[in-house]
């Protein structure tokens, strides 16, 4: 299926945000997630920023662990964000050199938590 990548980002997006509107609900903090994309095309999926901090890089894979192009480009402007990229069908889960975390999705949302108060 064509845009089965398309509803599995649409799926993060949504979970993301439930826990982004929590935080705001319970902490008061200010969330926001974004979409990261360049002129030239680089693109990382989310951005994900408390208090206009940004705090977590997201990139969604279906398969491919790989670390998307677009992690390079953007640590350079965001050195100390977590960079995460996620992967529905992950064979092992690993940590890079850079810090990049490359998760398997489904149990990473399981456990999401971007509370201060973890």
Do not use: C
Not at 14 to 34: M, P, R, S, V, Y
Not at 63 to 71: K, L, Q, R, Y
């Amino acid at each position: 299926m064509q845009d089965a990548p398309a509803r599995l980002e649409n799926i993060v997006a949504n979970a993301l945000l439930k826990e982004l509107h929590f935080i705001q609900d319970t902490q008061g903090e200010k969330t926001d997630l974004h979409f990261l994309r360049t002129k030239e095309g680089k693109e990382i999926d989310f951005l994900i920023s408390i208090n206009h901090q940004p705090m977590y890089l997201v990139e969604v894979k279906t398969s491919d662990d790989t670390p998307a192009i677009g992690f390079n480009h953007f640590d350079k402007m965001l050195p100390n964000v977590e960079k995460i990229q996620l992967v529905l069908n992950l064979k092992r889960e690993k940590t890079l050199q850079n810090g990049l975390a490359i998760r398997a999705l489904i149990p990473w949302l399981a456990k999401i938590n971007f509370s201060k108060n973890q």
